[in-house]
């Protein structure tokens, strides 16, 4: 078995997971599988990520999204204990067809880039911890990323400020 | 037989993952016993000990006793998550274990039977080392959360919900002090690699983290027991307001698989002590040769702190815990990052 087989396998096993997780997340009515379905499904494309040579970027999108955002979101779930949501019939004509135009719109675009590339577009790029800091600590995105860690805290006071309760009310 | 690169390479690592697969349960099952014993010594009383030698016999008997045991699961409970949930607990802790190293790099001798490509082969003592072995560590931890959140929402039982929600909240409150313990050590090391990071405790003893770095490993020690759910904060269990927490309604082997991921994490937290902060298989005093048996010494020795504090103190209370975790831990480890960062860029300039 050469390297490239080896990795074509991983690949299509992890990309096969991510899309089939995708989708019962979509069709799944009860709101804590299909947050257990995104986490299977972040996971493998972490492992795509890992696949293409960047494991910095795999750990990250697992430790992120997979790991904290996802746990505060299954958080809610069972704190509120959210029920299996129930369909009454004939409910939201309208709201379907323009999910079926849009998904028609959706299914038209990524057909039109798969048929216009041809090649597999993960040329070799360098994602290790460095090349990632560079970029980031640079001049080129260094205000981008200052400006978001600004507004990441500015969101932080608002949630503390929201959820503080009045000492005398 | 001629194998290709990929194929030697892949044989290897699968010996590797075999080996120390059956190391880890071993190990496991040892703690389950030692734990017990060490306990009882602790509280003037004997312990298992009519099983076999000394009582070593007894894991078998318990292994034994719980696969014929009946797995109950309670009517209301989610069937696939309920199962799913120890499985996940279990992959995850494994997983982890993956990027711990054992020790430097060893060579296979000539002795001739072999196959070519594996006569006087180096060998890496890790089955992988990442780049990121730090980040590794948590990622999985973080997915490890899953296991326990899961197993409590799925038994559909007030007790093992609260149990699961306080042990998901405990874990990610931690994490953050963990993690923010381990920064000071990638930038002293300027690596995120576990086998740089021990390396960089190359020498004589006060070259150690713990040494070195006090706080951080303070700090860890802390985090890595509230991590790994041990006392005094094994709230999540704490069975006099919980029953057992998370894993109430678990019976036989799937409550096997629980404690098995329970003891494997708490094995990984020593392996990382014992490589992080206590230099792994570097002796401590230069001039005495690396060796895997320095780790396993450090490692053991983790593991009987763990049991030693499970003997000696009380268990927090939950609010206390979250204080503890958000207003002692992270501020301290955040002021050392900051303390050890001024002293990297001193060093270099």
């Known amino acids: 078995m050469s390297l490239p087989l080896f990795h074509a396998i991983l690949f299509y096993m992890f990309a096969a997971v991510a899309v089939g997780a995708a989708l019962a997340m979509v069709v799944q009515r009860n709101p804590t599988y299909s947050a257990f379905a995104l986490i299977v499904s972040l996971v493998s494309l972490a492992g795509i990520f890992g696949l293409l040579g960047s494991p910095f970027i795999a750990a990250l999108q697992i430790v992120v999204y997979a790991g904290a955002i996802m746990v505060l979101f299954l958080f809610v779930l069972m704190l509120l204990n959210v029920k299996e949501e129930l369909r009454v019939a004939g409910e939201g004509r309208v709201s379907k067809l323009v999910a079926i135009a849009l998904g028609a719109v959706l299914a038209g675009e990524v057909g039109s880039v798969l048929v216009a590339v041809r090649t597999p577009v993960a040329a070799a790029f360098d994602a290790s911890a460095r090349a990632v800091a560079l970029l980031l600590f640079e001049k080129h995105y260094l205000y981008v990323f200052e400006a978001t860690s600004i507004l990441i805290l500015a969101s932080l006071v608002g949630a503390i400020a929201l959820a503080k309760r009045d000492p005398n009310p | ?69 009946e797995e109950v699961t309670p009517a209301g409970a989610n069937k696939v998550l309920f199962v799913a949930a120890p499985a996940l607990a279990v992959v995850t802790a494994f997983m982890a274990v993956a990027v711990v190293p054992y020790g430097g790099t060893v060579s296979l001798p000539h002795w001739g039977w072999m196959p070519d490509w594996l006569e ?94 006090l706080p951080a490993f303070a700090v860890f020690l802390v985090a890595a027991t509230a991590e790994v759910n041990r006392t005094p904060f094994d709230l999540p269990e704490a069975e006099t307001e919980l029953v057992a ?41 230069p001039g005495v040769p690396d060796s895997p048996l320095w780790f396993i010494g ?42 050890a960062a001024a002293l990297v860029l001193w060093r270099h300039s």
């Open chain 2, 1 to 69: 037989m001629s194998l290709s690169p990929v194929q030697q390479e892949l044989a290897i690592s699968t010996v590797k993952v075999l080996v120390i697969f059956g190391a880890l349960m071993t190990l496991f099952s040892l703690m389950t016993y030692v734990e017990r014993r060490l306990l009882a010594f602790m509280q003037f009383r004997l312990g298992p000990n009519r099983t076999g030698p000394f009582g070593l016999l007894q894991p078998v008997a318990d292994g034994i006793k719980l696969f014929f045991k």
């Open chain 2, 120 to 213: 006087g082969r180096r060998i890496a003592l890790q089955i992988s080392d990442l780049d990121v072995g730090v980040l590794y560590l948590f990622a999985l931890s973080s997915l490890g959360v899953y296991g326990i959140v899961m197993a409590g929402w799925a038994a559909n039982n007030k007790y093992t919900l609260i149990g699961g929600l306080r042990s998901s909240a405990q874990m990610f409150s931690y994490e953050l002090a963990l993690g923010l313990s381990f920064v000071s050590l990638i930038l002293v090391a300027g690596s995120f690699r576990i086998h740089d990071i021990v390396d960089s405790q190359k020498g004589w003893i006060w070259q150690w983290n713990a040494i070195r770095q």
């Open chain 2, 298 to 339: 450090k490692m053991l020795a983790f593991l009987f702190f763990f049991i030693w504090l499970r003997g000696t103190v009380p268990r927090f209370r939950y609010d206390q815990l979250m204080h503890f975790g958000w207003k002692v831990l992270v501020p301290v480890a955040m002021a050392w990052i900051f303390v």
């Open chain 2, 245 to 285: 927490g998370f894993h109430t309604e678990y019976s036989s082997m799937r409550f096997a698989l629980l404690q098995m991921a329970e003891y494997i994490n708490m094995i990984t937290a020593s392996a990382m002590g014992a490589n992080l902060f206590f230099g792994g298989w570097h002796f401590g005093i």
